[in-house]
């Protein structure tokens, strides 16, 4: 089930909404909201939800050990880090890995075909997080089964993120308030996110799927560049947009998550795009790997070599490929670069915006790209496709159709912080004005959004797959 399909906007989110508000106490709510959210996740993994509840009962019971007094912490903490890392691998990176190994040393090895369970490194990730905070810190343990089950499968953020860290949530789920006013803030917010997607992710991502399964003699310089620049806004407002929905729906049902993005195309350099950048991820390989390793606290040479590992781990988290490894390292790269270059040699502010721009974009083709000689070819034409042929000029004509224009331009004008800085001039006495009108707004867009799902077939969520 995914947030914007007729089902869960009609039937499962009404429902769940009205009966938590119905069930008296925190534990019944908690209990309702655990149910609700393996149905939610059964819907689309009926035999996975075992996997899940798996993991649920993993890291419960290495909570557990690692509270009591009987067993060396450090090798509880070992055995439980390798069981999840192993089911990751199994389901997620074991036919990647007989692959390799094939191509390497020649056919040898079976490549098992496993289905990938939809949020297995999402709700891996928390288990993780889990027991590192409770070896951290016995007193983060969670004496209840329950409330364990609820931080890990809760529904808003379970197969799609944001990472949501234990100790950012447990007490919000022994003790949270709801309101009218935070139920409608959430409702806005889901709304928000929800447009983001099916209104303009949906569309710029029609416009990069035409760039990137064009054969190579229908395509050319310009529309390689336009569908790479419109893979960058698809994936942005693709995630964003579900970061918002999650958020949103976490306000309604008391839980606030933090932000996941922070308007990344503004950044300066490649460091700040990825402290603006899917920033429950970054953080999470900083707490839990890049500080564990020595972070910056062993010398220059280890703490680039720190980094190199973090951005191939960040690669290899979102597939199992090469175009994702190489797009983790590709990132790491330019990080270790800045690093390695002097301030008075860094270009000017608006220099480096560009700059930082243009590698995001090119990092973006290998992340969008099936495989790598597509990439390559996708590269080839960026920078060497300068003949038109009449293909390349039909397929440039179909992306730049004026309903499509519209929308980019409506993209790239929504990449940048409006809306914060219509908050702030808000608070110069026209709070309540802008507020109400913020809520109309809401209406309208929620109404163009059921029209497009009503007439679109269209549909995709990019995080899915990791």
């Keep these: 089930m995914v947030f914007s399909s007729p089902a869960f906007l009609f039937a499962f989110l009404p429902a769940v909404f009205l009966l938590e508000r119905l069930v008296p106490g925190v534990k019944g709510?908690?209990?309702?909201?655990?149910?609700?959210?393996?149905?939610?996740?059964?819907?689309?993994?009926?035999?996975?939800?075992?996997?899940?509840?798996?993991s649920v009962l993993l890291n419960y019971t290495a909570g557990r050990l690692l509270a009591g007094p009987r067993l060396p912490k450090k090798l509880v903490l070992g055995l439980t880090v390798a069981l999840n890392l192993g089911l990751l691998s199994v389901f997620k990176y074991a036919g990647f890995a007989a692959d390799t190994v094939n191509r390497l040393l020649g056919p040898s090895l079976p490549v098992p075909d496993i289905a990938l369970p939809i949020g297995i490194s999402f709700f891996t990730f928390q288990g993780l997080s889990y027991v590192v905070d409770v070896y951290r810190d016995e007193t983060m343990v969670s004496r209840s089964l329950l409330k364990l089950a609820l931080y890990i499968s809760f529904f808003p953020q379970l197969i799609a993120g944001p990472i949501v860290k234990y100790h950012d949530v447990s007490l919000q789920i022994d003790s949270r308030e709801t309101s009218p006013a935070l139920t409608a803030d959430g409702a806005r917010r889901f709304i928000l996110g929800l447009s983001k997607k099916l209104l303009l992710s949906n569309t710029v991502g029609q416009m990069a799927d035409l760039a990137?399964?064009?054969?190579?003699?229908?395509?050319?310089?310009?529309?390689?560049?336009?569908?790479?620049?419109?893979?960058?806004?698809?994936?942005?407002?693709?995630?964003?947009?579900?970061?918002?929905?999650?958020?949103?729906?976490?306000?309604?049902?008391?839980?606030?998550?933090?932000?996941?993005?922070?308007?990344?195309?503004?950044?300066?350099?490649?460091?700040?795009?990825?402290?603006?950048?899917?920033?429950?991820?970054?953080?999470?390989?900083?707490?839990?790997?890049?500080?564990?390793?020595?972070?910056?606290?062993?010398?220059?040479?280890?703490?680039?070599?720190?980094?190199?590992?973090?951005?191939?781990?960040?690669?290899?988290?979102?597939?199992?490929?090469?175009?994702?490894?190489?797009?983790?390292?590709?990132?790491?790269?330019?990080?270790?670069?800045?690093?390695?270059?002097?301030?008075?040699?860094?270009?000017?502010?608006?220099?480096?915006?560009?700059?930082?721009?243009?590698?995001?974009?090119?990092?973006?083709?290998?992340?969008?790209?099936?495989?790598?000689?597509?990439?390559?070819?996708?590269?080839?034409?960026?920078?060497?496709?300068?003949?038109?042929?009449?293909?390349?000029?039909?397929?440039?004509?179909?992306?730049?159709?004026?309903?499509?224009?519209?929308?980019?331009?409506?993209?790239?004008?929504?990449?940048?912080?409006?809306?914060?800085?219509?908050?702030?001039?808000?608070?110069?006495?026209?709070?309540?004005?802008?507020?109400?009108?913020?809520?109309?707004?809401?209406?309208?867009?929620?109404?163009?959004?059921?029209?497009?799902?009503?007439?679109?077939q269209f549909n995709p969520f990019i995080y899915f797959r990791f």
């Design 29 to 54: 709510k908690n209990l309702l909201l655990t149910v609700a959210s393996l149905l939610f996740y059964a819907v689309g993994e009926p035999v996975y939800v075992l996997l899940l509840l798996a």
């Design 212 to 456: 990137f399964t064009a054969p190579a003699a229908g395509l050319d310089a310009r529309s390689a560049w336009l569908g790479a620049l419109c893979y960058m806004l698809q994936i942005y407002f693709d995630f964003s947009g579900y970061s918002d929905m999650a958020i949103g729906l976490g306000k309604m049902f008391g839980f606030r998550f933090l932000e996941n993005f922070d308007y990344p195309y503004i950044s300066s350099s490649v460091k700040e795009f990825w402290r603006r950048w899917h920033i429950s991820l970054s953080s999470w390989f900083r707490d839990y790997l890049y500080i564990p390793l020595g972070g910056n606290r062993k010398g220059r040479l280890r703490t680039e070599l720190n980094k190199c590992l973090v951005f191939f781990c960040t690669g290899l988290w979102h597939g199992a490929s090469w175009n994702f490894v190489l797009w983790g390292l590709w990132h790491g790269a330019f990080i270790i670069l800045e690093d390695l270059t002097p301030k008075k040699r860094r270009p000017p502010k608006a220099m480096a915006h560009v700059t930082t721009l243009l590698i995001v974009l090119l990092g973006f083709v290998l992340f969008r790209a099936d495989t790598l000689p597509i990439a390559g070819m996708m590269y080839g034409k960026m920078f060497a496709g300068f003949a038109a042929t009449a293909q390349s000029q039909a397929l440039l004509r179909a992306m730049l159709t004026p309903y499509n224009l519209f929308i980019l331009a409506l993209c790239l004008a929504f990449s940048l912080p409006i809306l914060p800085r219509l908050r702030a001039w808000a608070r110069g006495g026209r709070g309540r004005l802008l507020r109400a009108g913020s809520y109309v707004a809401a209406g309208a867009l929620f109404a163009l959004c059921v029209m497009n799902l009503a007439g679109s």
